[in-house]
């Protein structure tokens, strides 16, 4: 760990993170296939429902920066093929989901302090993500400046540049 740490790491590493949704493909939208040879630059990809910036994906970035030297950061929402097929974190409300489990769980009052990424605006939730990398003290300022967000355009296949 030692000799890594002071090398700033080993490989240049992109890390994307992105929705579970399997219509979602990141070999597809970055066109990219496995790396096995050449370790010099490699992308890794987390996924989470609704491809959400939290605390444990912070620990993620955390964990591979002091492993590999972390070059870059892409978060990637995406849109559907249909309205309806959208991501399923833009068709529900958190407090739904605290309702479900409350009626489950009803001695569980912390239910209500956990977030499970719903959102409404689907550029919106991309900015408010890279916000959360950009001003993480988690997180280095190199790579805070070159953390990225986009959304990925099932239908065509077009990866669009969140501003």
């Known amino acids: 760990m030692a000799e890594v740490t002071a090398s700033g790491g080993i490989f240049e590493t992109t890390l994307v993170l992105t929705c579970v949704d399997f219509r979602v493909n990141p070999d597809l939208f970055l066109q990219t296939k496995p790396q096995v040879a050449d370790i010099e630059d490699q992308i890794l990809v987390a996924r989470n429902p609704a491809g959400r910036v939290d605390a444990a994906f912070v620990q993620e970035i955390m964990l591979f920066e002091a492993f590999l030297g972390l070059k870059s950061v892409l978060v990637i929402h995406h849109t559907g093929k249909y309205l309806s097929l959208n991501c399923g974190a833009s068709h529900f409300k958190d407090t739904e989901i605290h309702k479900f489990h409350k009626n489950r769980l009803p001695n569980h009052?912390?239910?209500?302090?956990?977030?499970?990424?719903?959102?409404?605006?689907?550029?919106?939730?991309?900015?408010?993500?890279?916000?959360?990398?950009?001003?993480?003290?988690?997180?280095?300022?190199?790579l805070a400046d070159n953390c990225h967000g986009f959304v990925y355009d099932i239908q065509t296949g077009g990866l669009t540049p969140v501003e």
Not at 112 to 119: E, H, L, S, Y
Not at 120 to 132: F, P
């Open 109 to 142: 009052s912390e239910i209500d302090q956990m977030i499970f990424g719903a959102f409404n605006n689907l550029e919106e939730s991309v900015r408010q993500d890279i916000h959360i990398l950009k001003t993480s003290p988690y997180i280095p300022k190199n």
